[in-house]
């Protein structure tokens, strides 16, 4: 058996963000089973770290998701019904709303959202609501799931500025969605009548991670 010497430095390999450090080898002297040994290594090693965008890219999927609502069913609670702010004199009414609306972008399909408001005398509101989405989520799959929102709107100038945190509520999707997970921060404008409203942030279901 011939020797062969083998010397190996490490070179930083970049794929789709991830960096890795693969060896590069270089042999000197005559051919022997070491080199093509080590040769074989190099090649599954490349094979190897070269997969890594697909493993990386079923991680989740971050969102940029489009939600347009309109036509609201309106229960004034104890606000006025007229101006839907609280009656001279209160500080506060409270009150409920019903939406529907579409999505498009990562998340495509159709949504339910049923909150609860508290509106201030200076025209500003707060709410809470849960809302139900049925649709597919790009890499994910196709199902319902349900969000969590929390949020304000501004004193409207002429509209309302929404901003709003969202989270998935635990064991609420069902299909390829069943353990999906999640959450992140919407923003948007919006007047009595509909609403155009961004929501960024990730899902991802655990054998995703």
């Excluded at 609201?72 to 009150?95: E, K, R």
């Excluded at 709303?97 to 508290?118: D, I, R």
């Excluded at 049925?134 to 929404?162: C, E, K, M, R, Y």
Aim: aromatic share 8%.
């Amino acid at each position: 058996m011939s020797h062969t010497t083998v010397t190996c430095m490490l070179a930083k390999i970049d794929f789709g963000g991830i960096a890795a450090h693969a060896p590069r080898c270089a042999h000197r002297e005559e051919i022997g089973m070491e080199r093509r040994a080590v040769g074989v290594f190099c090649a599954l090693l490349v094979a190897i770290l070269a997969s890594l965008p697909s493993m990386a890219s079923a991680a989740g999927s971050h969102i940029q998701a489009n939600l347009t609502i309109g036509s609201p069913s309106i229960d004034p609670g104890n606000c006025d019904p007229a101006t839907q702010l609280p009656y001279p004199g209160d500080a506060v009414c409270i009150g409920t709303e019903s939406w529907t609306g579409t999505f498009t972008g990562v998340v495509a399909g159709t949504s339910l959202l049923e909150l609860a408001f508290t509106a201030f005398a200076d025209g500003h509101y707060v709410y809470t609501g849960y809302q139900d989405i049925s649709g597919t989520v790009a890499g994910l799959g196709s199902g319902t799931f349900t969000i969590q929102d929390q949020g304000a709107l501004t004193v409207p100038n002429p509209n309302f500025i929404l901003n709003e945190g969202w989270h998935v509520v635990g064991g609420s999707g069902t299909g390829p969605l069943t353990t999906l997970q999640g959450g992140g921060t919407a923003s948007g404008a919006c007047d009595f009548t509909s609403c155009s409203v961004t929501y960024r942030g990730s899902l991802h279901t655990p054998a995703s991670n």
